[in-house]
């Protein structure tokens, strides 16, 4: 079974300006999520969606944070403009309904300069 | 405040030292997963435990579930430097509640 996929690896951008990264989840898992993990804490959720619908965005930072999954399947988590606090390891993982656990993908590291 | 506890916050140990590691919830537990990270990295899933007393084993690595004490506490048996890593509690909510990971250095 292949892992969750996460791309890029590593991103390296100026503040103001934007940035996305995207998730593939495991074939077949309904719930994909979206955590931030600021250096020497535990990863927090930013969003949650269940097939293509939004579960829960109440930490996400609307203002500069969006975030889709179109078809229920890929997602894009976008930031605009980025400011120098949002450096931090992105992580996605997704789950299956039958409660099996979450599977992580590797992460985007975000470095904003 | 943090909603998981996680204690010691990092430990230095020689290689074939045993040694635990807490969380602790100030809420209900009804899920509790543990992962060990390197630093910068995805998670990788060591276990996950359901009901009150619930014990997993695997390899040199064992988890336990105190349902009453809103607790659980992970012991590593004769610590190696592949051990070495940040360990994450994550509570089953809408998603998982993480704390702030416990890093452990095993010295050879």
């Known amino acids: 079974e292949a892992g969750v996929a996460q791309s890029p690896r590593y991103k390296i951008i100026e503040k103001r300006q934007s940035v996305a990264f995207w998730c593939n989840p495991i074939s077949g898992h309904a719930t994909l999520y979206w955590y931030q993990q600021i250096l020497g804490q535990g990863p927090k959720l930013l969003i949650q969606f269940q097939n293509n619908g939004v579960v829960d965005d109440s930490q996400l930072p609307k203002d500069r944070f969006s975030a889709e999954r179109l078809k229920g399947v890929d997602s894009t988590l976008k930031i605009q403009p980025a400011k120098l606090e949002d450096s931090a390891v992105y992580l996605c993982a997704s789950s299956s309904p039958r409660g099996s656990g979450y599977t992580f993908g590797s992460g985007t590291r975000l470095t904003v300069v | 405040s943090q909603e998981l506890e996680q204690s010691p916050q990092s430990l230095i140990v020689q290689e074939g030292k045993n040694l635990t590691i807490n969380c602790t919830s100030s809420k209900t537990l009804y899920g509790l997963y543990w992962y060990k990270q390197k630093y910068g990295e995805g998670l990788i899933f060591l276990m996950m435990?359901?009901?009150?007393?619930e014990e997993k084993s695997h390899e040199k690595i064992t988890a336990k579930l105190d349902e009453k004490k809103q607790q659980s506490s992970l012991h590593i048996t004769a610590s190696q430097p592949s051990h070495a890593g940040i360990y994450l509690c994550?509570?089953?909510?809408?998603?998982?509640?993480f704390g702030k990971g416990m890093k452990l250095t095993v010295n050879p």
């Open positions: 994550g509570a089953e909510r809408l998603g998982l509640v």
């Open positions: 435990l359901q009901k009150g007393g």
